[in-house]
């Protein structure tokens, strides 16, 4: 039973490695591209990504307090049908990747 129970991991190891090999080879990438790649990224289109990640990130954080806090009040101030309900509701985005 033991040797079974070893074989079963080594496969299982084994499948994880092979899953995991493309990952690395893109954070492989990632971690040390070829100089002249983040040259031609900062000549042509750095400043414009950066700026629309700045402006995305600044419009996620208002909407997510324009809907947060309201949300957040009502849940705590309010005695209403379905609170329990609605307080399991609040809780899914984080549940969800």
């Known amino acids: 039973m033991n040797v079974k129970k070893r074989l079963w991991q080594l496969a299982l190891a084994g499948m994880a490695g092979l899953a995991a090999l493309p ?3 893109v954070f492989g990438y ?6 002249e790649i983040w040259q031609h990224l900062v000549d042509t ?3 414009d990504y950066l700026l629309n990640t700045l402006w ?6 208002f909407g ?3 809907l947060g806090i309201p949300t957040a009040w009502l849940n705590s101030r309010c005695n209403f ?6 307080e399991w509701a ?8």
């Open 81 to 86: 049908p379905g609170r329990a309900l609605f």
């Open 45 to 47: 289109v750095l400043s």
């Open 56 to 61: 995305l990130t600044l419009g996620v954080a």
């Open 90 to 97: 609040l809780l899914l985005p984080l549940a969800m990747p």
């Open 23 to 25: 990952i690395l080879a």
């Open 30 to 35: 990632v971690f040390v591209p070829a100089p």
């Open 64 to 66: 997510v307090l324009l």
